[in-house]
């Protein structure tokens, strides 16, 4: 089993400075990503609902389905039966358990905000992102891929990629909340709307081809850092 080095403590003092420099390592191995991969923020919610716990190609097979049936369209989902949507988003997966999490998500939408994603915008980060997670089936990682995606508002996501990249690193403990770990991006990372997007899929590209559970280190771009962090240095 691999062990991930120790930092001398949880959140060492050039935190910021190590976040920064991972950000760069990134952007010049990977490249812009051009996320969020959706064509309007209506799609980009319900591709948030949907792809909790799948991967996205099979996300972009329900969309079409969805778009194919004219289901892009908040009407549309406020009236369509349970059932129907979800055989439209079948090849996403757990498709009647996000059915009812993508109802609940425009119940709430026509209920408090007229159908209309646009007024969300002019809410508080803090009062909307509360509002989103008292949604049935709306975690905070969905809740800041809206607020960060579709809505465009300063807040950072969080996933297990990102877990895995800061445990391994040692800037954060085993066991750390998802709080923790946003807040951690929030304090050391510049409040930027395209930076926090481009973060975030960067860190998304990094577990896909170097950071895995069983991880592939030697040629990882954050390589170096592992020595440091082994010596509890920054």
């Not at 709430?108 to 949604?135: F, Q, T, V």
């Not at 800037?171 to 929030?186: T, V």
């Not at 395209?194 to 390589?223: F, M, Q, T």
């Amino acid at each position: 089993m691999w062990d991930a080095p120790r930092m001398k403590s949880p959140v060492p003092p050039k935190t910021g400075h190590v976040l920064e420099l991972f950000y760069h390592r990134l952007f010049d191995a990977f490249g812009p990503q051009g996320w969020w991969p959706g064509r309007s923020p209506l799609e980009i919610v319900v591709g948030a609902i949907l792809t909790q716990n799948t991967n996205w190609k099979n996300v972009e097979k329900a969309i079409v389905r969805l778009d194919t049936a004219g289901g892009l369209d908040w009407g549309v989902l406020r009236d369509i039966p349970l059932a129907e949507l979800a055989e439209l988003i079948r090849p996403a997966g757990y498709y009647n358990v996000k059915a009812k999490r993508l109802k609940n998500f425009v119940a709430w939408l026509w209920e408090h905000y007229n159908g209309d994603l646009d007024r969300l915008r002019a809410s508080p980060l803090e009062a909307l992102r509360a509002e989103l997670l008292s949604i049935n089936g709306i975690g905070p990682e969905t809740a800041d891929s809206i607020l960060l995606y579709a809505l465009k508002f300063e807040t950072f996501v969080v996933d297990a990629y990102t877990r895995r990249m800061l445990e391994r690193h040692g800037l954060i403990g085993p066991g750390a909340k998802y709080e923790e770990m946003r807040s951690l991006f929030h304090a050391h990372v510049a409040a930027d709307v395209d930076r926090y997007n481009e973060y975030h899929a960067l860190i998304v590209a990094l577990g896909k081809s170097n950071c895995r559970p069983s991880p592939k280190c030697a040629g990882c771009p954050l390589e170096w850092h592992l020595a440091t962090a082994a010596n509890g240095a920054q």
